[in-house]
């Protein structure tokens, strides 16, 4: 599937570096090439192209009123002629914005569960795809956030495009710092890094889930797409950093405020206030205390459209 312009830019952020004293690197997958960028779309390429290999002719996935997830998933599904279904929680009153404005504009079919629990999503796909079998559609259901075996491979095939790349620079980065909230992405990263034996860290900075619970999903996850990929090597405990929520989950963090205006001031890249942000943050902190050393490397994820949805998940 062609979803993503890859290779997506590697590229240095000088005056960020010189600010905080450690060679940090921008790899762009918000310049990605649909919509307006983002990691969902890797994982995509996959779970579209077997969606139409399965004869499906709709799509049914869910996640929160802002999901940078649904919005890509039913851009892409338009695009590939399935049509997509949308499961939100919480009653989605109030006037679109952001990625519902999106939605809305794409005439997308969404449905809210009517409760603020996330889990409430699960329900409601389930009971989307039966109501769209029983009128004889060929639904192809997707959890949220896209966090599969078969999704995380997206980022299998992005460690691979990043190895050619990180093979022109000098010296190779210490770490591969990254948001996480579903797992799908850090664990592509973590089996893609095993896969081609890569010198880096893979450092997952949960923005929604308690430490414990989002290595667990890591680690099953990454376990289950080596497994797909063929990737026989062992996988090392995954890295996952907790205390960089704020507010809650979807919600701007002081401190993540203040690691994406200094982004935005000293590269000109605007950074998603409820993934990039925080996770910023925390890769900022590592380097004012001194903690790290030796080239970084940031995964700039995408999320522009919550840049403009009034801070709500
Ligand atoms: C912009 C952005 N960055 C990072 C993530 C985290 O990715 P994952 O859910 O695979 O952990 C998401 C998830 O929705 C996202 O939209």
Known sequence: ??????????????????????????????????????NKLRGLEFLIADALAQGCDSLVTGAGPQSNWTMLAALACLRHGLEPHVVCYGSGGREPQGNMRLHRWLGVDVRFTGVAERSSVDAGIEAVTAELRAAGRRPYPVPRGGATPLGALGYVRASVELAAQLAQLDEPPAGLWLATGSCGTQAGLVAGAALTAAAYQVVGVTVSRPVAECADR?????????????????????????????????????????????????????????????????LIAECRAGRVRG???????????TLFSGGNA
């Open 1 to 38: 599937m062609d979803l993503i312009l890859a290779p997506t830019p590697l590229h240095p952020a000088p005056r960020l570096s010189r600010e905080l004293g450690v060679p940090l690197l921008l790899k762009r997958d918000d310049l990605a090439g649909t919509g307006l960028g983002g």
């Open 295 to 305: 080239p970084h490397v940031f995964l700039v994820s995408g999320g522009a459209p």
């Open 218 to 282: 890591v680690r099953e996850l990454a376990a289950a797409a080596a497994a797909l990929a063929g990737i026989g090597a062992d996988l090392p405990r995954p890295d996952v950093r907790g205390g960089w929520i704020g507010p809650g989950y979807g919600v701007p963090s002081a401190a993540g405020q203040a690691a994406a205006r200094l982004v935005a001031e000293t590269e000109g890249v605007f950074l998603d206030p409820v993934f990039g942000a925080k996770a910023m943050a925390a």
